[in-house]
């Protein structure tokens, strides 16, 4: 065993495979930014208040993950459990909200909350997250769900499943609430049980014991509670989400891990992922604005897990196809070759080229096995012939096919970009 280790349930990334994670990360932010959502760079602690009363006291998230210290000056101190409550917080304090509606903005990075850990689920991991801030306008709904969903199907993944529901406006939520706390008075429920279904009543539907889940079986659902002004915007969000050939399958007993959905909710699943198979969920919240201090704006985002994600490509093999790591990997041999090898590969990375170099005095044999190793698309020995003639031979690894070169950057980077 190592001296020291990661500490317990993290997710790290390291070659080869921070390649590949990369790679997901910024497929998941594409079609962000292909829609119009700018950056958001938020710190990654936040006061513990702003998650207690944004994503709410009876989620497993407030009550029991939360990383949260104190810190020098006293303060109580919670490293974020997830994005939104931070990006509203940011957005009042910085009046992005007074300009031109919808802010929309995509954020990305780790994540912290205090879970059992398990494949899948990790202490500190990592989301691609997007807010659309200021109507609500099941356009808008439908532009977040285009979002993940096209990202997805950027990665090559076909296997995942898209979850909705509607959890309706506030007078839909009252109607439904009483119907509810009815029916689950008339259940034996335990102390913690009851004290769920008075902070959160819909957190009954999420309970993974047997006998609650049976209990639960005939609860009264809220899609069946939904006013015509909510029931008519699911009706157009799942419209729009069909005229855009994105498919899906109502859950009405969907519930989210945090408590300030309203309206339009919804999950990506991937069923090769096992019992964590959430690769990503959000939906719109119309009063987080407003409980945190700002205007009575409504909102509507969505968090993916990268891990997670990464995790559905390997399962579905989908990312094969991925560019080598590097364009070309040169190997210099014999001395003086090394500064005339070193200044083209400076021009070449200048250029644009993803290249690398033999270093050491390997020769021939383990300079070659280097470039093998390198997972460089070509490599390219340069020895005395080659400075003094100015003309080399450029092996494409896949095949050991060679072309030759005149050993200027514009003509190598000719036929690497073929
Ligand atoms: P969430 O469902 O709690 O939503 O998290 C979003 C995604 O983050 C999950 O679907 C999952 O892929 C990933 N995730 C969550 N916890 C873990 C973990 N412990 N290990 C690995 N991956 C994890 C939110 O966080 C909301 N802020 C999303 C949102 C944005 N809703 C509206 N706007």
Redesign the pocket.
């Known amino acids: 065993m190592t001296k020291y280790q990661a500490p317990k349930g993290v997710s790290e990334y390291f070659p080869p495979r921070s390649n590949l994670f990369e790679f997901v990360r910024e497929q998941l932010i594409a079609p962000a930014k292909l829609a119009g959502y700018s950056l958001i760079e938020l710190p990654v602690f936040e006061d513990t208040e702003l998650f207690e009363r944004g994503v709410g006291e009876s989620t497993d998230v407030v009550s029991k993950e939360m990383y949260t210290f104190e810190d020098r000056g006293g303060r109580s101190i919670t490293l974020r459990p997830?994005?939104?409550a931070g990006v509203m917080r940011s957005v009042i304090e910085n009046n992005l909200d007074r300009g031109q509606l919808p802010v929309k903005l995509f954020y990305v990075g780790p994540f912290f909350?205090a879970?059992k850990p398990q494949a899948?689920?990790?202490r500190q991991?990592y989301?691609v997250?997007i807010?659309a801030i200021g109507y609500n306008d099941p356009e808008i709904d439908a532009e977040v769900i285009w979002v993940a969903d096209a990202a997805f199907k950027s990665l090559g993944l076909s296997k995942y499943e898209l979850q909705i529901t509607s959890l309706g406006d506030a007078e839909s939520r009252a109607a439904h609430r009483v119907e509810l706390l009815k029916f689950l008075g008339k259940l034996p429920l335990d102390e913690e049980s009851k004290k769920k279904a008075q902070l959160n009543p819909l957190r009954l539907f999420d309970d993974k014991r047997p006998e609650i889940i049976n209990a639960m079986k005939d609860a009264p659902l809220l899609v069946n509670y939904l006013n015509k002004v909510s029931q008519d915007d699911f009706e157009k969000v799942k419209s729009i989400l069909s005229d855009l050939n994105i498919s899906y399958s109502v859950n009405p007993k969907m519930v989210?891990?945090?408590d300030y959905y309203t309206g339009t909710t919804f999950e990506f699943v991937h069923p090769m992922l096992g019992a964590q198979s959430?690769?990503?969920?959000?939906?719109r919240?119309d009063g987080l604005m407003n409980q945190l201090g700002g205007q009575d704006l409504s909102g509507i985002?969505?968090?993916?897990?990268i891990?997670?994600v990464l995790m559905a490509c390997e399962a579905e093999n989908s990312l094969q196809d991925l560019q080598p790591n590097l364009d070309l990997f040169i190997v210099p041999i014999g001395e003086g070759t090394k500064t005339h090898a070193f200044k083209l590969l400076s021009d070449l990375r200048r250029a644009g080229l993803k290249a690398d170099l033999s270093y050491g005095d390997r020769g021939l044999k383990g300079g070659m096995k280097a470039a093998d190793k390198s997972d460089a698309k070509y490599a390219l020995v340069i020895g005395d012939d080659e400075v003094k003639t100015g003309l080399g031979q450029l092996k494409l690894m896949s095949t050991g096919e060679s072309i030759s070169s005149t050993l200027t950057p514009s003509a190598i980077a000719k036929i690497i970009g073929n």
């Open positions: 997830e994005g939104t909350r879970e899948g689920r990790y991991f989301q997250g807010e989210r891990g945090l959430g690769i990503g969920g959000g939906g919240y985002g969505f968090g993916i897990g891990d997670r």
